[in-house]
């Protein structure tokens, strides 16, 4: 079992930047690829970034390549997502999920956080 819990999301301006926070306790997180989830009310949870278990190979959709980087930190059991340049389409609760293999399909995530809103105001 893992527990996920995410933190440091808020209110920003357009093009300001955000650094999201993911602790794991149990299992240590070090056995799990872990990703970056997005969702907006109505839509579908959205792959947003994740990095591999031994923090060797990180994966980005599209839409955040080049602005959002994920890392994270065995000793601390925590991943990070340091979101720059946010737009308003960024706006969406932001999860944090662990896998046994690296793949951006949600469904295929085993543990999930609760989410923390991101708001990227115009």
């Known amino acids: 079992q893992v527990h996920l819990v995410e933190s440091g999301g808020g209110l920003v301006q357009a093009g300001g930047s955000l650094s999201l926070s993911c602790a794991a306790s149990?299992?240590?997180?070090?056995?799990?690829?872990m990703g970056w989830f997005r969702q907006v009310p109505g839509k579908e949870r959205e792959f947003v970034a994740f990095i591999s278990r031994s923090g060797a190979s990180t994966y980005y959709a599209d839409s955040v390549k080049g602005r959002f980087t994920i890392s994270g930190d065995n000793a601390k059991n925590t991943v990070y997502l340091q979101m720059n340049s946010l737009k308003p389409e960024d706006t969406a609760v932001y999860y944090c999920?662990?896998?046994?293999?690296?793949?951006?399909?949600?469904?295929?995530?085993?543990?999930w956080g609760q989410g923390t809103q991101v708001t990227v105001s115009s």
């Open positions: 149990g299992r240590s997180f070090s056995s799990y690829t």
């Open positions: 999920a662990a896998s046994l293999y690296p793949q951006s399909e949600p469904q295929r995530y085993n543990y």
